[in-house]
């Protein structure tokens, strides 16, 4: 089990691996990009906005990891360089425009450059989150993923009206019991696969969750809900609440907990 710090990814909470039922992964945690990338060509206040990363998603996943004692997998490189909640094959896993900005960095990458970036980035990151399951099952604990992301609340100059969204694709287990949660609050909004849907082929939650049988769940955040301590606290005794009911009936956390075989598609 690798543990220690690197470029592509960091570990919170390692050693409750196996011990927790819960194993959180944020894939924009991170706006960074190493020196010798010169940026992007890109002037430092793009890299604020939601293009380079996920706002307030790891200050969201480090505070769950505390409350629920559970360990979390977290990338250290921006979305623009390499997204890592992209299959390798995905023609948007190198962004050459985002959300109106061109990236001059990306914009004439060649694939060798790109099978730089999987291999130096990419990889390393979703080894990281292998090793971590491979760990707790071999433990006997059949990890529950949650992912953390989150949303810009205007996009192309249209407002947002959702709080927070709850992703899936074929596993409902968590997504039901994150929506029933969530909307027994009157004055919240909560989209159900919104603002984005849950099925993205060979996505993070696709590779790590439905190809394995795991439960899982991506939970989009609106990042302006997270600009300030209070938000990301209300966010996370939120979310948390909701789980640890669900952990705390022996039914619902054994039917979290069960490694299925993967669920066939409904065309």
Known sequence: MQRENS???????AERIGSS???LVCDHASNAVPA?????????????????????????????????????????FSRLLIDPNRGTDDPTLV??????????GNRHVTRTEIEARIARFHD?????????????LALGTGP?????????PVWRGTPRPWHAGILWDRDDRLARIFLAGLRADPD???????????????????????SRGLAHVLIEVRNDLLATAEGIAQWCDRIAGILEE???DSGARMMIGQVRLPLARAE
Not at 7 to 13: K, L, N, S, T
Request: charged share 15%.
């Open 36 to 76: 010798e990338y010169g940026g992007l060509g890109l002037p430092a206040a793009e890299f604020e906005r939601h293009i380079a990363w996920d706002p307030g998603a790891a200050l969201l996943t480090e505070a769950l990891g505390s409350r629920l004692s559970a360990p979390a997998v977290l990338s250290c």
């Open 246 to 248: 669900a952990l705390a």
């Open 95 to 104: 962004m050459r425009l985002s959300d109106g900005t061109i990236v001059p």
């Open 7 to 13: 470029e592509a990814f960091r570990i919170i909470g």
């Open 188 to 210: 919240l909004v909560i989209g159900d696969n919104q603002p984005y849907h849950g099925r993205l082929e060979n996505d993070c939650m696709h590779r790590h969750g439905t």
């Open 21 to 23: 039922p819960i194993l």
């Open 124 to 136: 390393p990151y979703h080894r990281a989150i292998e090793q971590a399951i491979e760990h707790a």
């Open 144 to 152: 529950a993923l949650i992912s953390l992301h989150t949303f810009t």
